[in-house]
Nanobody, 126 residues
Framework: QVQLVESGGGLVQAGGSLRLSCAASGRTFSSVAMGWFRQAAEKEREFVAGISWSGGSTYYADSVKGRFTISRDNAKNTVFLQMNSLKPEDAAVYYC???????????????????WGQGTQVTVSS
């Protein structure tokens, strides 16, 4: 059974940092693209960052460029999202996602991902 489990969310003051982790199990994810999405209350789920299967290519939403960094440790089947200089508008539930098919490019649409975690809440106080 494939599982993605996020951790690391919490409450932080504006300007602070958090590091999210996504632990994958049930299959090998070292050959698939993975991404982070977020969904704020009454808003659609949006792309935050994505990383290629090798980790050699990363992509970011304009709103987080320069502040967030996505990385992966394929030996541990884990993806990370380092979030710095957090703003109140970054508050949302953050989801980890993975594509099923190997060697596909990073996608920016939720429909391009097959596996999802349960989400972790990030709250940023002003």
């Amino acid at each position: 059974q494939v599982q993605l489990v996020e951790s690391g969310g919490g409450l932080v003051q504006a300007g602070g940092s958090l590091r999210l982790s996504c632990a994958a199990s049930g299959r090998t994810f070292s050959s698939v693209a993975m991404g982070w999405f977020r969904q704020a209350a009454e808003k659609e789920r949006e792309f935050v960052a994505g990383i290629s299967w090798s980790g050699g290519s990363t992509y970011y939403a304009d709103s987080v460029k320069g502040r967030f960094t996505i990385s992966r440790d394929n030996a541990k089947n884990t993806v990370f999202l380092q979030m710095n200089s957090l703003k109140p508008e970054d508050a949302a539930v953050y989801y980890c996602a993975a594509r099923r098919q190997a060697f596909l490019r990073v996608g920016s649409r939720p429909g391009e991902y097959d596996y999802w975690g349960q989400g972790t809440q990030v709250t940023v106080s002003s």
